[in-house]
């Protein structure tokens, strides 16, 4: 079956440290990998994705590459911010019949991220 | 609002009562989901409509569980016979297209006492 594990949490870092949080997956198939995200009183939103190997997903100065080899999606940010202080997710999908990914996630047990000024 | 919206926020069970829960998509939205969060875990995929079709339920974790779309639109998730191990959060989501890219409500936290 699917599995995705994520480093051990809480993490906390002071503002405008490096950040990375790591990722691995395991899967029968050839997966699309996220980066989902929850701030604080809100609902997961998405923050970045890759469909393919060597793909790289970014926003808001958060990146991702898809390493196949390594089976790996680690998330990194060069400087943080308070405002980044939220709980991060990393999650697959297997791809249905189509190619496409159709939404059946699986995620990490998540890591809250806390940053101080 | 325009973004997905669940409720009730909260609910408090007796253990053995039934529960609904009902989530109210994104207009237009084709793909709907519901996971389940237990605290401290990432959300587990119970069950995937397109349209009013009931796609995947191959995460409902017994017969206890019943989700339904009728119209396409809202759906709503019902928990008979609550259990004490019901307890979560339980989240829907939706897409316009079969995707990752999900959007998600800010759940329902289900207590089951």
């Known amino acids: 079956g699917n599995s995705v594990t994520q480093m051990e949490g809480p993490v906390t870092l002071s503002e405008e440290a490096f950040l990375t949080i790591n990722c691995t997956y395991t899967a029968t198939g050839y997966p699309s990998l996220f980066w989902y995200v929850q701030y604080p009183g809100e609902g997961l939103q998405l923050l970045l994705k890759a469909t393919k190997a060597d793909d790289k997903g970014s926003n808001k100065g958060f990146e991702a590459t898809y390493r196949k080899e390594t089976t790996s999606f680690h998330l990194e940010k060069g400087s943080v911010q308070v405002s980044d202080s939220a709980v991060y997710f990393c999650a697959l999908s297997e791809r249905g019949a189509g190619g496409t990914s159709y939404g059946k996630l699986t995620f990490g047990q998540g890591t809250i991220l806390t940053v101080h000024p | 609002g325009a973004g997905v919206s669940q409720s009730p926020r909260y609910k408090v069970a007796k253990r053995g009562q039934d529960v609904a829960l009902r989530c109210d998509p994104i207009s237009g939205h084709v793909s709907l989901f519901w996971y389940q969060q237990a605290l401290g875990q990432g959300p587990e995929f119970l069950t995937y409509f397109q349209n009013e079709a009931q796609l995947d339920k191959s995460g409902l974790p017994s017969d206890r569980f019943f989700a339904e779309r009728p119209e396409g639109s809202v759906s709503t998730l019902k928990i008979q016979r609550t259990q004490q191990e019901d307890s979560a959060v339980y989240l829907c989501?939706?897409?316009?297209?079969?995707?990752?890219?999900?959007?998600f409500g800010e759940g329902s936290r289900l207590t089951v006492l």
């Open positions: 989501a939706s897409s316009l297209v079969a995707s990752g890219e999900l959007f």
